[in-house]
């Protein structure tokens, strides 16, 4: 893992986003981290998914560049574990264009693909737009939306347009859990941890609770979904 080292000229700001680029080419890591940097980006670089990793637990990102072809553990690979735990976005690099690899990256949710060779310009204006759209995310990020139905996170309250759905305190527990992690898995055996929520088949009882109010048909659930093997997901407009 290196941290890039600064030019001689002015600091960037606290505030300015910071990149990780993990890359197994040195000279592209160093090339794309000089010119980032260039453009107001705080960069760190990695050299694989291992060193990725250790950047990740010192430091937090605000986008991640990550190769999907490097020897040992590839960027797909990475991005399947980053995309499980984490909300940090990320973009690709590939050098090859296969509608299937790219499938496979949207899939896994990954924000974005661009394919070496390309214009750094493209590069910065593709990152710049992922960064725009997590702003617009975060946002509204103290609510989450289910068609009809708003969660408002902080005061734990639901609604269904101007109407409040009453919600027992352990279904408030749950969506707020939910909402915070939205589009993420979250495992049952967490649910069962958490002492305000029970048995794990306690947890199936409260989770079909639950979608009777936030689902219009729970049986077919389009919001809280079954995660086969890993547990529930919660998606949002």
Same mark, same amino acid.
Do not use: W
């Given at each position: ?5 600064? *030019?001689?000229?002015?600091?960037? *700001? ?11 080419? !040195?000279?592209? @890591?160093?090339?794309?981290?000089? %010119? ?21 637990? =010192? ?20 991005? $399947?574990?980053? #995309?499980?735990?984490?909300? +940090? ?12 690899? $790219?499938?496979? =990256? ?9 394919? #070496?060779?390309?214009?750094? @310009?493209?590069?910065?204006? /593709? ?21 009809? %139905?708003?969660? %408002?996170?902080?005061? =734990?309250?639901?609604? /269904? ?24 898995? +979250?495992?049952? !055996? ?21 979608? @009777?109010?936030?689902?219009?048909? *729970? ?7 079954? +995660?086969?093997? #890993? ?7």
């Amino acid at each position: 893992m290196n941290v890039l080292a600064k *030019p001689q000229r002015e600091a960037l *700001p606290d505030d300015a986003p910071h990149l990780l680029i993990v890359d197994d080419d !040195h000279k592209i @890591r160093d090339l794309l981290a000089r %010119y980032l940097y260039e453009q107001g980006f705080r960069v760190t670089t990695a050299e694989d998914a291992s060193s990725a990793r250790a950047a990740m637990r =010192g430091l937090s990102f605000d986008i991640i560049l990550l190769d999907v072809m490097m020897p040992g553990e590839s960027g797909l690979d990475l991005a $399947r574990e980053l #995309k499980s735990t984490t909300r +940090v976005p990320i973009c690709m690099l590939t050098a090859r264009a296969e509608a299937e690899q $790219r499938i496979e =990256g949207l899939e896994i949710g990954v924000d974005d693909y661009i394919s #070496k060779p390309f214009e750094p @310009r493209e590069l910065l204006l /593709r990152l710049r737009n992922i960064l725009r759209r997590g702003q617009d995310i975060q946002g509204s990020a103290d609510e989450a939306r289910m068609g009809p %139905y708003t969660f %408002y996170i902080a005061r =734990g309250e639901l609604k /269904r347009d101007e109407e409040t759905i009453k919600l027992t305190e352990r279904e408030r527990d749950l969506l707020r859990l939910f909402a915070q992690r939205r589009g993420m898995p +979250v495992q049952r !055996h967490e649910l069962a941890n958490d002492e305000n929520t029970g048995s794990e088949r306690a947890i199936d009882v409260q989770i079909n609770r639950l979608r @009777r109010k936030i689902e219009s048909d *729970p049986s077919n659930p389009v919001y809280l979904q079954t +995660v086969r093997g #890993k547990g529930y997901i919660l998606y949002t407009d």
